[in-house]
């Protein structure tokens, strides 16, 4: 069962436009909801990220937007740069699954993400 | 800043060798670390967890023989690929969870194992 689908797998933006990345999950005990940028030939990074009782949340020109009743989250890049070219991940959590105290990211498959200048 | 350090960056073996990789938190203790296997263009598979001073959890279908975990201390996780084959050549990634913070994932800057 594939929990996590990500959309669109790629992406190309001109300098200036925005950006947008959508996530549509399955489980909804998901509660913690990141979106993880990854350069080529590094590890990914976290962007951003949001809890479920807030519907939106913006960092710089980062802004995630959280629809719980639909089960999708997306990612806005505002003014995309050609230093955002990138693959970005959506990797929702259940804390504490399992008994334990942390939970295990699941990843979407990516967005190959291309600005050009 | 949390910070995961993964040595080495690029390493070429040959077939039927032990290859090593270390994945070390540098400003906080682990007691948790992750390590995936990405392909090229494709997502980050979880292949284990690693809790320090016990037995690596791996996920279905992951030979736990052919890739060995210790996490001997709380800094320090290690992912042995043994007897390596083409097969294995994959980009590794290690992630560190920070304390108790359920959410402080830090990931490392991966290893590119080409096996020959």
């Known amino acids: 069962q594939q929990q996590v689908k990500q959309s669109p797998q790629s992406l190309i933006v001109q300098k200036g436009g925005i950006s947008i990345i959508n996530c549509a999950y399955e489980?909804?005990?998901?509660?913690?909801f990141p979106w993880y940028q990854q350069f080529p030939g590094k590890g990914p990074a976290l962007l951003i990220a949001?809890?479920?009782?807030?519907s939106e949340k913006k960092e710089g020109r980062f802004t995630i937007s959280f629809n719980k009743s639909a089960k999708q989250f997306s990612l806005h890049i505002m003014d995309s740069q050609p230093g955002d070219s990138a693959t970005y991940f959506c990797?929702?959590?259940?804390?504490?699954?399992?008994?334990?105290?942390?939970?295990?990211?699941?990843f979407g498959q990516g967005t190959i993400l291309t600005v050009h200048p | 800043g949390a910070v995961v350090s993964q040595h080495p960056s690029r390493v070429i073996c040959k077939s039927g060798t032990s290859v090593k990789i270390e994945c070390r938190s540098l400003?906080?203790?682990?007691?948790?670390m992750f390590w995936y296997r990405q392909f090229p263009k494709k997502s980050l598979m979880l292949m284990a967890t690693?809790?320090?001073?016990?037995?690596?959890?791996?996920e279905q279908g992951v030979e736990k023989d052919k890739f060995l975990i210790n996490h001997a201390s709380l800094t320090l996780s290690t992912l042995t690929v043994t007897s390596a084959h083409p097969e294995d050549s994959s980009f590794y990634i290690c992630?560190?969870?920070?304390?108790?913070?359920?959410?402080?994932?830090?990931f490392g800057s991966g290893t590119r194992l080409t096996v020959v």
């Open positions: 992630s560190a969870l920070q304390g108790t913070h359920n959410y402080g994932y830090t």
């Open positions: 489980n909804t005990a998901f509660d913690y």
């Open positions: 949001i809890r479920p009782d807030v």
């Open positions: 990797a929702p959590l259940v804390s504490g699954a399992g008994g334990t105290s942390y939970g295990k990211l699941t």
């Open positions: 400003d906080f203790q682990a007691t948790t």
């Open positions: 690693s809790n320090e001073g016990s037995k690596a959890t791996y």
